[in-house]
């Protein structure tokens, strides 16, 4: 069964910890994306991948670290420098990176601070 | 910075009423996508429009882009319970990835 996962489905994470969120696609897709989304603001643009050791920089990536070491696997790492993590984030994947692709979503992680 | 802005942020129609959602760019798109979110869910691709002034069906959806590409609408007649949810356009205004606007949240009173 082809599609994109994401874990854990919650996360909580304390003051000052550091806490990464898995993402895993089959899809054979080369471009892979974090986004997040807060009440009322849509999806903003976190960190994007075009291709297997290499990802860019999106609107709002302070705080956040990314690896793409595998085709499959697009981890994020929220970091102790992100002082509002609080929201449900989303990776998805397209087969390029191009405004006409459709990009597929995973189901989420909602994180929340304690 | 590029921005993609969705109107309204909100509506709640009676079911069978119809539902509007508008979408306007700063700059010329070069397509047009739009996505629903369920409730608690992720974003699922709907459609896509390509052609300036084209318009696409899918049953009682119709999407619009605009002659100038710049804008977008998605029209639902007859609204059903199972529309509820919040709808995304998203498009790309040149730098080969798409921007979201802000969605607009659909409720039904059944």
């Known amino acids: 069964d082809g599609g994109i996962t994401q874990s854990p489905k919650y996360l909580f994470r304390k003051e000052g910890q550091n806490v990464t969120l898995s993402c895993e696609q089959n899809l054979n897709h080369d471009a892979m994306y974090w986004y997040r989304q807060d009440p009322g603001q849509g999806l903003r643009l976190i960190y994007y991948?075009?291709?297997?050791?290499?990802?860019q920089k999106g609107d709002i990536a302070e705080g956040y670290s990314v690896s793409r070491e595998k085709k499959e696997s697009f981890p994020l790492t929220v970091t102790s420098a992100q002082k509002n993590p609080t929201a449900f984030y989303l990776c998805?994947?397209?087969?390029?990176?191009?405004?006409?692709?459709?990009?597929?979503f995973g189901p989420g992680t909602r994180l929340l601070v304690l | 910075g590029q921005q993609v802005m969705q109107i309204p942020q909100y509506q709640h129609v009676q079911e069978g009423e119809d539902f509007t959602t508008y979408c306007n760019s700063s700059t010329t798109l070069s397509n047009i996508q739009w996505y629903k979110q369920r409730p608690g869910g992720h974003p699922v691709f709907l459609i896509q429009?390509?052609?300036?002034?084209e318009v696409k069906k899918q049953k009682r959806l119709t999407f619009q882009f605009g002659e100038a590409k710049k804008n977008s609408s998605l029209h639902i007649t007859a609204t059903q319970t199972t529309d509820v949810g919040t709808y995304f356009c998203a498009g790309d205004q040149g730098a080969q990835k798409l921007v979201f606007g802000q969605g607009t949240r659909l409720t039904i009173n059944p």
């Open positions: 991948s075009q291709i297997v050791n290499d990802f």
């Open positions: 429009l390509v052609k300036s002034g």
């Open positions: 998805a994947s397209s087969m390029r990176t191009s405004g006409r692709e459709t990009q597929y």
